[in-house]
């Protein structure tokens, strides 16, 4: 059974700074690796998938890696602003299209 | 990207009564999935919702627990029957957009329910 882990589950960085949240699964015959982020009272956003076969995937100041070897996905936000402040959560995919969440690292980047 | 609407978006629920969420996409979309998640906690998958057939439940969820329709390819719901306190929660639907494996999640926005 496949278990995803976030730590730390909480980051506090001052504005400019570089974020780096981590993932670690536990099932290495994982189908992608996806991140999303969820705002307070709202629903989650896809911001990055990548596939069992990629190495990583960027989005502006996003960059998200993947190594199935070692069970372990980074998400790195450059030049952090006060608008990502948020919960970030990664997500295993399996057969079926199912998803296994981790906990979350809830992030304030402070102006 | 899909767009998915749920209804409602919050409510508060009487200990003992049922409440059907409703969801609905922009698009036709193959994979239709129903997630909770408890307060201070991540998401858990509740159940694959299928076009035609019954859902197909997650180890701990059960039918008559969590009722779910798929009349068609744009339209889910999900009943929770029988709230209890501990059914406070959010709950959310997503599709999957594509074809194959391994597409891009998508989320509605959830439906916030407190029972009382």
């Known amino acids: 059974k496949q278990e995803v882990t976030q730590i730390p589950a909480a980051l506090s960085v001052p504005e400019g700074e570089n974020l780096v949240l981590n993932c670690s699964f536990t099932?290495?015959?994982?189908?992608?690796l996806q991140w999303f982020r969820q705002d307070p009272g709202k629903g989650l956003t896809s911001l990055l998938l990548i596939q069992s076969s990629q190495r990583e995937q960027t989005s502006g100041r996003l960059n998200a890696s993947l190594d199935k070897s070692s069970g372990r996905s980074t998400l790195y936000i450059a030049a952090s602003q006060p608008g990502d402040s948020a919960t970030y959560l990664c997500?295993?995919?399996?057969?079926?299209?199912?998803?296994?969440f981790g906990g979350g690292t809830r992030v304030l980047v402070k102006p | 990207s899909a767009v998915i609407s749920q209804k409602p978006s919050r409510d508060i629920c009487q200990r003992g009564t049922s409440l059907t969420i409703q969801c609905q996409v922009d698009?036709?979309?193959?994979?239709m999935f129903w997630y909770r998640q408890q307060p201070g906690q991540s998401l858990t998958l509740i159940a694959t919702?299928?076009?035609?057939?019954?859902?197909?439940?997650e180890s701990g969820f059960v039918i008559d627990k969590f009722p779910i329709s798929r009349p068609n390819l744009t339209f889910s719901t999900l009943t929770v029957s029988n709230m209890s306190p501990e059914d406070s929660s959010i709950y959310l639907c997503s599709v999957e957009e594509g074809l194959g494996p391994g597409n891009t999640i998508y989320f509605g926005e959830g439906s916030w329910l407190t029972v009382v």
């Open positions: 698009s036709q979309v193959t994979m």
């Open positions: 997500a295993g995919g399996a057969a079926g299209n199912k998803l296994t």
């Open positions: 919702a299928n076009q035609g057939s019954e859902a197909t439940y």
């Open positions: 099932d290495s015959a994982i189908y992608n």
